[in-house]
């Protein structure tokens, strides 16, 4: 049932502006107005927020089929950031147009509060893993969860994704190599 129900909010999307993204490009940030809600059609788009000390933190890791910032349905600004990971492809329908479509539409209403559940679950995974003490335990809950790591160019995303400076995942990547510790 909710793969019939994310179907559906796919199919909200079907005619919706298409826009490509570079790696890097920033889809909207910070206090703009929400005008659009986005679905990613390809690639990645991470939710991120910047820390008073600098860092980045990763909030949402939107894959194909994900919506950008779920709750911005409900919010006159974005509170994040939305950065294409890679090479990506999100759609774009006003925010009116969406919220009229879950209002005149039932089950489609349903699904959206079934893709905002897990939403939340996810949100709660995320902080439980930040809230681990060291990184070896932030390293091994993330893999634990089905995660793998990418490529060696892109290990600072997975340090965003676990609210670590990259120079310490670096370190712990390193001491696991060198104890033959499997990734």
Known sequence: MITIMQTSISLLFK??????????????????????IFMVRSGRVHLQR?????????????????????????????????????ESAVA????QRFLSALADDPALATGWSALLARSVQAARLRSEIRSLTR??????????????????G?????????????????RELSQRRTNNHSL
């Open 92 to 95: 774009g329908l006003p925010k």
């Open 154 to 170: 892109r290990w600072q995303e997975v340090a965003a994704e676990l609210g670590v400076t990259r120079e310490a995942l670096y």
């Open 135 to 152: 990184v070896a335990d932030r390293l091994d809950a993330w893999l634990g969860e089905g995660n793998a790591l990418p490529e060696k």
């Open 15 to 36: 005619n919706a502006r298409d826009t490509g993204l570079a790696p890097g490009e920033t889809l909207f940030a910070a206090g703009e107005d929400v005008a659009d």
């Open 50 to 86: 910047h820390t008073t000390h600098g860092a980045q933190m990763v909030l949402q890791n939107a894959g194909p089929g994900g919506v950008v910032a779920e709750a911005s349905a409900y919010s006159s600004r974005y509170h994040c950031d939305a950065i294409a990971a890679e």
